[in-house]
T-cell receptor
Framework: GAVVSQHPSWVICKSGTSVKIECRSL??????MFWYRQFPKQSLMLMAT?????????EQGVEKDKFLINHASLTLSTLTVTSAHPEDSSFYIC????????????FGEGSRLTVL | GQQVMQIPQYQHVQEGEDFTTYCNSS?????IQWYKQRPGGHPVFLIQ?????EVKKQKRLTFQFGEAKKNSSLHITATQTTDVGTYFC??????????FGDGTTLTVKP
């Protein structure tokens, strides 16, 4: 099946710094990728839809300037958490919809961000 | 906006017992997908249901899609310890975006 790779798997940073997370579709082209945030023992909260070559579509309540999304190619989307604060600590996961008829979402391994 | 409610939030069973999780959408869905997330892992696709009243089986797992295409269920027969994890439904109503349920976390006591 299709593979989505996410990097880094975990990152620890100081408050006020910016962190970039990459999401790559390894064996298929993804015109659309999705970014989620997941708190412990909770569901996946969709943050934004990343569209190749255009601006991302953010969900209500998600700060565009805080969570910068860039989808510069058909295989790469990046999420940058700018001026991170401890409350931004979370598990961030990306997904891409496969090209087959099932429409299934393939998820990256997730990135656990800890802001000190 | 679209909401997908999933119950129960947690389910603890003895190995060999059955397990069911239910999803209800506030709007009619074009399809619904089910995912499993193991502890510490990422969600993995299980199945997609598209047709009204559809029933699909995968070994001990049975998936149903309601006649009105607003609810769905996942039933596991004779649970095993390998079934532990959180099961999510994801309802797809609008082009491109899926709404996830809150998930049901299953623990199995050997």
């Amino acid at each position: 099946g299709a593979v989505v790779s996410q990097h880094p798997s975990w990152v620890i940073c100081k408050s006020g710094t910016s962190v970039k997370i990459e999401c790559r579709s390894l064996d298929f082209q993804a015109t659309t990728m999705f970014w989620y945030r997941q708190f412990p023992k909770q569901s996946l909260m969709l943050m934004a839809t990343s569209n190749e070559g255009s601006k991302a579509t953010y969900e209500q309540g998600v700060e565009k300037d805080k969570f910068l999304i860039n989808h510069a190619s058909l295989t790469l989307s990046t999420l940058t958490v700018t001026s991170a604060h401890p409350e931004d600590s979370s598990f961030y996961i990306c997904s891409a919809r496969g090209t087959g008829t099932s429409g299934e979402l393939f998820f990256g391994e997730g990135s656990r961000l800890t802001v000190l | 906006g679209q909401q997908v409610m999933q119950i129960p939030q947690y389910q603890h069973v003895q190995e060999g017992e059955d397990f069911t999780t239910y999803c209800n959408s506030s709007t009619t869905l074009s399809n619904i997908q089910w995912y499993k997330q193991r502890p510490g892992g990422h969600p993995v696709f299980l199945i997609q249901l598209v047709k009204s009243g559809e029933v699909k089986k995968q070994k001990r797992l049975t998936f149903q899609f309601g006649e009105a295409k607003k609810n769905s269920s996942l039933h596991i027969t004779a649970t095993q310890t390998t079934d532990v994890g959180t099961y999510f439904c994801a309802g797809h109503a609008n082009a491109g975006k899926s709404t996830f349920g809150d998930g049901t976390t299953l623990t199995v006591k050997p």
